[in-house]
């Protein structure tokens, strides 16, 4: 297990941010602290070779207008909040209408452009970096001061571990996610429609079109939104008007790590399985994205990359019905995501 450390550049205000980079000797991921953004996952292909699998940029630059949120933590609250206000103990908070007059991944200022604390870490199986870093109450409108920390380790296993963290000193809603964009064929390699998918998930939430939540949560039995069974991403994305961007609830077993979702890339053999302590998985296939340059000149257009966020439910504090996500000063918001890579 290898890390390395180098400069990733300069921002504006005179602060240095710093690129890591970790290696079990089979694989690679580079993660920096602007943002805790994961630049590149580097696999090796069945034909040989070796390709990075997320979309992204070359340099800092590309992420300091990071629209897409490449590679980001996402926080305080992932996805979106209906009318960017909720009530909580007798009192509406308004946050920043930064998406459809909907609050979209925490509105401003976003995490994904915050340099953040790092410290690397070692051991027998596991190798990474753990960022960190207190959101002061009142940042992006949410209430309480929230001390986060966030670590990224790659194991022997070929897996992927992101595990999350934060304690707050009032009550406020966390909903913490990652915004890795995957192409399993490599970053620039085109469309994903033929990446095979399998989703651990019985029902989807229906939404409006701007992307929040309506009604109950429904049976996928008959829908776009079956993937109980693997199919090709893009066997059914013609019957979603814009392409997916949804919200599965992941079939749980109990309060442990869960299956998610299962990706097989047909040319490469490559393959990726998801697995989470959360109750919910946004599906994303890149669907507003339309020309955007990325590493290497890239371009970047519809269905480019597909994204699986784990994370709780779109206007969770608007929905007394949905998983709680309240966290108290008593308590410990804590979770975990791996992705495990196959190869051979």
Known sequence: MKIKKRSFGV???????SLFTVSNGAMSFSVTNYGCTITSIILPSKNGGEDDVVLGYSTLDGYTRNFPFFGSLIGRYANRIAGARFELCGETVSLAANDRGNCLHGGRPGWHTMVWKAETFSNGREAGVAFSRTSPAGEQGFPGNLDVRVSYGLTTGNDIVIRYSARTDAPTPVNLTHHTYFNLAGHDSGPILDHTLQLFCDRYLPADQNCIPIGAITDVVGTPFDFRSP?????????????????????RAGEAMNPVAGVYEPKTGRSMTVYSTQPGVQFYTCSAMQHEIGKNGAW????????????????????PDFPDTILLPEDRYRHENIWHFDFD
Request: hydrophobic share 25%; net charge negative.
């Open 11 to 17: 921002l504006s205000t005179g602060q240095k941010v």
């Open 300 to 319: 970047y257009g519809n269905s480019a990359g597909f994204c699986l966020e784990t994370q709780h439910f779109p206007d969770s504090p608007n929905r």
């Open 231 to 251: 199919k090709p991403i893009g066997q059914d994305i013609g019957n979603i008007p814009g392409g997916y961007d949804h919200t599965w609830e992941i079939n």
